[in-house]
């Protein structure tokens, strides 16, 4: 039998399962009810040692995107035959339920560093064990994951020919993934990783206040994060060092669907589309303070030109606190820097 616990957080998970299979082209047949979530095999298979072949890190470079190079961190000759390169900054994605290294937004996202410039991305490809809830691990299983995290992180750190050091890391975590990264900080014996983006880290699995099983400003030297489905599918927070409510962090614009369930996971997912936008955004996601969320939507707030800052990969981290930022309906969603008309003003959610 299911605890009342678990069983919210089965519902939150078949939310978000059913709006992957909307999303993602795939002639993988998709589960369509609660029903076919439950016949799941998606549970880690023995030995429960890292690394685990079901966790594997693909890392690509722009010589390498189109097909990524599968590390080995128990040889240190798979680094040293790949492409990776130590005087490009490296970043870490970890993705969230239900997605997968050829799956959008990892493919996205590497495309558009790509175009901005020469990378090192690893992806953490788990794909095959979040097709669907395995309810007997969903407390462990995300531990075991930042545990061969924190494995790869070591592997990159005392590497004998291409060492990188924690603090120049970059790791981007979305939903799950966004909470797996903080877990990492658990597991590593020295040092302390750079920078964690979460993005709309979700809500389930983690509700307590025990920072040690969830991402916080604690566990990176810069935590930002992005919150698109606040308080429905992804924790209300603030929990980093800057967190960012995007339209309110609730509802976002062009999220009206036919059913609940669509509508809910449309906010959940909006964020990694924003956050790809902000890599080679001309315009920028300008964020500025503002005292309440109820201030940000009737529009009282008009910070300082000096208050804003950008939101997404180009972050200041110096950012402290709570931001707000209003977006497009439609791509491109970021509208730049406000000008004259400093005031925040929030828009209809479902314009």
């Known amino acids: 039998m299911l605890t009342g616990a678990q069983w919210l957080i089965f519902v939150g998970i078949t939310a978000l399962q059913l709006s992957v299979s909307s999303t993602q082209d795939s002639k993988e047949k998709k589960p369509q009810s609660i029903r076919d979530v439950l016949n799941t095999t998606s549970c880690i298979p023995p030995p429960y040692r890292c690394p685990h072949h079901k966790m594997q890190f693909f890392l690509y470079t722009r010589t390498t995107q189109e097909k990524?190079?599968?590390?080995?961190?128990?040889?240190?000759?798979?680094?040293?035959?790949?492409?990776?390169?130590?005087?490009?900054?490296?970043?870490?994605?970890?993705?969230?339920?239900?997605g997968g290294r050829n799956l959008s937004p990892s493919t996205d996202m590497r495309k558009a560093y790509f175009t901005r410039g020469n990378y090192n991305i690893i992806i953490v490809d788990y794909g095959s064990l979040v097709k669907e809830p395995c309810l007997s691990q969903i407390d462990w299983a995300p531990r075991f994951a930042g545990l061969c995290i924190a494995q790869l992180v070591e592997y990159l750190q005392y590497h004998p020919t291409k060492a990188v050091a924690p603090d120049k890391l970059h790791t981007i975590g979305y939903s799950v993934g966004a909470h797996i990264l903080g877990l990492v900080a658990n597991y590593l014996s020295n040092g302390k990783l750079g920078r964690i983006t979460g993005l709309d880290p979700t809500i389930f699995f983690y509700m307590g206040t025990n920072r040690s099983r969830d991402l916080d400003y604690t566990d990176a030297h810069f935590v930002d994060i992005l919150h698109t489905g606040a308080g429905i599918l992804g924790q209300w927070g603030p929990n980093?060092?800057?967190?960012?409510?995007?339209?309110?962090?609730?509802?976002?614009?062009?999220?009206?669907?036919?059913?609940?369930?669509?509508?809910?996971?449309?906010?959940?997912?909006?964020?990694?589309?924003?956050?790809?936008?902000?890599?080679?955004s001309p315009a920028g996601f300008w964020a500025g303070p503002c005292s309440s969320l109820f201030s940000y939507l009737i529009g009282w707030c008009e910070p300082k030109d000096t208050d804003y800052v950008l939101m997404g990969e180009h972050v200041t981290h110096n950012a402290r606190g709570v931001y707000y930022v209003t977006t497009n309906a439609k791509p491109p969603y970021a509208r730049g820097f406000p000008g004259k008309s400093r005031r925040l003003r929030s828009i209809t959610p479902y314009s």
Request: hydrophobic residues 30%; negative net charge; glycine residues 10%.
């Open 240 to 280: 980093g060092h800057a967190d960012f409510y995007v339209n309110g962090g609730s509802s976002q614009p062009g999220c009206a669907h036919d059913t609940i369930f669509q509508t809910l996971s449309c906010d959940h997912t909006k964020v990694t589309p924003y956050f790809i936008e902000s890599i080679n």
């Open 68 to 98: 990524g190079e599968l590390l080995n961190t128990l040889d240190d000759n798979s680094l040293t035959r790949s492409k990776f390169n130590t005087k490009h900054e490296t970043k870490i994605v970890v993705h969230g339920f239900g």
